[in-house]
Nanobody
Framework: QAQMVESGGGLVQPGGSLRLSCRTSMNIFSFGRLGWFRQVPGKERELVAYIISNGQTNYADSVKDRFSISRDGAKNTMYLQMNNLKPEDTAVYYC?????????WGQGTQVTVSS
């Protein structure tokens, strides 16, 4: 019944910025923790960042101080603001609870960082 829809990806040059959106049909504040994940071909899906119901956030070391996770209750949307993007950030980005629930995975949104 619940559905996650990711959007906002695209092609950006190194040092550029993107803002990803994750919209859900549910009240986002009903989730204990919501996270952004990413995956590249041949690699396991990895957690990038998550936000707790009380607003506390956590980031992978590789994106700390560059990415910012937030949510908008009025829009039932979670965001990932990505600044100073690097080629190694290239991946398909997904949102889900943390830990993730299998049936909530969406199609993801492609982020490509390249000159």
């Amino acid at each position: 019944q619940a559905q996650m829809v990711e959007s906002g990806g695209g092609l950006v040059q190194p040092g550029g910025s993107l803002r990803l959106s994750c919209r859900t049909s549910m009240n986002i504040f009903s989730f204990g923790r919501l996270g952004w994940f990413r995956q590249v071909p041949g690699k396991e899906r990895e957690l990038v960042a998550y936000i707790i119901s009380n607003g506390q956030t956590n980031y992978a070391d590789s994106v700390k101080d560059r990415f910012s996770i937030s949510r908008d209750g009025a829009k039932n949307t979670m965001y990932l603001q990505m600044n100073n993007l690097k080629p190694e950030d290239t991946a398909v980005y997904y949102c889900n609870t943390q830990p993730p629930v299998r049936h909530l995975w969406g199609q993801g949104t492609q982020v490509t960082v390249s000159s």
